[in-house]
């Protein structure tokens, strides 16, 4: 079965670091997604994005966060300032008529 | 988007028959029944997905009622590998709409 992959699985920085969090959705999908989990509380959607564009965005994603389909195949992440807050798991998505996930990037903000 | 109420937790023995509820009773017309489940911090994995017929798949079985108030998803036989947690999500069929995950139904296959 096709599957989004995530790189890395996880990502260590220090807070006021950039990091871009990578994901490959699935090759013929047209509607990507970012969401996060923080330890112990629920998923939480960031982020839509369809046709080169953002298409919905949460209040989560705020200015410190974009996101980028520079070449076709992949989708990314980027948070410019880490904050502490900001370790969870991240997980990429990609859907044409189901919603698949990718595995997730365990993000540690020290 | 209806919200739902599902139990926090369930036990099931293995090989036996697990029976998640849940409960949507202001869900409109136009909004689908979806489950999803996560184990252990792995992505969500989408289960099966229904607007008012029963629907059945290779992984589950959903059961709608009659008014779509509730639904009950079923593991005809559940492993030791379903241990995970169950979301009920109700949601209209919109492309591009987002998911938005409950705690769900945090179900324990033990041996």
């Known amino acids: 079965e096709p599957e989004v992959t995530q790189t890395p699985s996880h990502q260590v920085t220090q807070m006021g670091q950039e990091v871009i969090l990578r994901c490959v959705p699935i090759s013929n999908h047209l509607y990507f997604y970012w969401y996060r989990q923080i330890l112990g509380q629920k998923v939480e959607f960031l982020v839509s994005f369809y046709n080169n564009e953002i298409s919905e965005k949460s209040e989560i994603f705020d200015d410190q966060f974009s996101v980028e389909r520079p070449d076709g195949s992949n989708f990314t992440l980027k948070i410019r300032s880490t904050k502490l807050e900001d370790s969870a798991m991240y997980f990429c998505a990609s859907k044409k008529e189901k919603l698949f996930f990718g595995s997730g990037t365990q993000l540690s903000v020290l | 988007d209806a919200k739902t109420t599902q139990p926090t937790s369930m036990d099931c023995a293995e090989g036996r028959a697990a029976n998640l509820p849940c409960n949507h009773s202001?869900?409109?017309?136009?909004?689908?029944v979806y489950w999803y489940r996560q184990i252990h911090s792995q992505g969500p994995q989408y289960i099966i997905h229904?607007?008012?017929n029963n629907e059945t798949n290779e992984m589950a079985s959903l059961i709608i009622t009659e008014d779509r108030k509730s639904s009950t998803l079923i593991l005809p036989h559940a492993t030791l590998r379903d241990t995970a947690v169950y979301y009920c999500?109700?949601?209209?069929?919109?492309?591009?709409?987002?998911?938005?995950f409950g705690t769900g139904t945090r179900l324990q296959v033990f041996p």
């Open positions: 229904g607007l008012k």
């Open positions: 202001t869900i409109s017309g136009n909004e689908y």
């Open positions: 999500i109700v949601r209209q069929r919109r492309d591009t709409d987002k998911l938005i």
